[in-house]
T-cell receptor, first 116, second 116 residues
């Protein structure tokens, strides 16, 4: 049972480079989201999706793009990497809908990203 | 907006000591409350949850009670073990029926270290 799978686990980029962080889940969850984790700040929501073809911005969306062409995949794109985007990124998924707002989210193991 | 405040860390305890990690929140309506745990190098895992006032969540010897009157969800364990060393996050999910379902708001995290 894979759950939520993130790749890569580690990445080093130079300022201005672009890259895509991959996230896949095999639980048929409708809701998927991306968070970044920074010291002393907990996790902050970047973007989320309530289903295939539907995405929306979270708390800190600037510099990131997402798309959701399938239920399983929710990639996060950094358009032009900046040192301020050095962080640990977590993808999460859960069942969605008004009846499931109290359902826990399932997290991947994270991608540790460094921007030089 | 919604917010979660956790006690400042880090917390260092000896094995078998009593643990309390304070968590208070600000939110409208009746959010669901969660404690997540993050072990070194891993993603977040749900530890326990409570979905309505006076509910008590419990798991692995940890407990937390949803106190609407004090807007709190403090985490407690009667006797900690070395294996409990991790980062603990308090989080809330907005009330059912709203448009913000699934959007977790996290506290800043509390690092717990337990010594033998």
């Amino acid at each position: 049972n894979a759950g939520v799978t993130q790749t890569p686990k580690f990445q080093v980029l130079k300022t201005g480079q672009s890259m895509t962080l991959q996230c896949a889940q095999d639980m048929n969850h409708e809701y998927m989201s991306w968070y970044r984790q920074d010291p002393g700040m907990g996790l902050r929501l970047i973007h989320y999706s309530v289903g295939a073809g539907i995405t929306d911005q979270g708390e800190v969306p600037n510099g990131y793009n997402v798309s959701r062409s399938t239920t399983e995949d929710f990639p996060l794109r950094l358009l032009s990497a900046a040192p301020s985007q050095t962080s640990v990124y977590f993808c999460a998924s859960s069942r969605t809908g008004k009846l499931y707002s109290n359902q826990p989210q399932h997290f991947g193991d994270g991608t540790r990203l460094s921007i030089l | 907006g919604n917010s979660v405040t956790q006690m400042e860390g880090p917390v260092t305890l000896s094995e078998e000591a009593f643990l309390t990690i304070n968590c208070t929140y600000t939110a409208t309506g009746y959010p669901s409350l969660f404690w997540y745990v993050q072990y070194p190098g891993e993603g977040l895992q749900l530890l326990l949850k409570a979905t309505k006032a006076d509910d008590k969540g419990s798991n692995k010897g940890f407990e937390a009670t949803y106190r609407k009157e004090t807007t709190s969800f403090h985490l407690e364990k009667g006797s900690v073990q070395v294996s409990d060393s991790a980062v603990y996050f308090c989080a809330l999910s907005p009330s059912a029926g709203g448009t913000s379902y699934g959007k977790l708001t996290f506290g800043q995290g509390t690092i717990l270290t337990v010594h033998p």
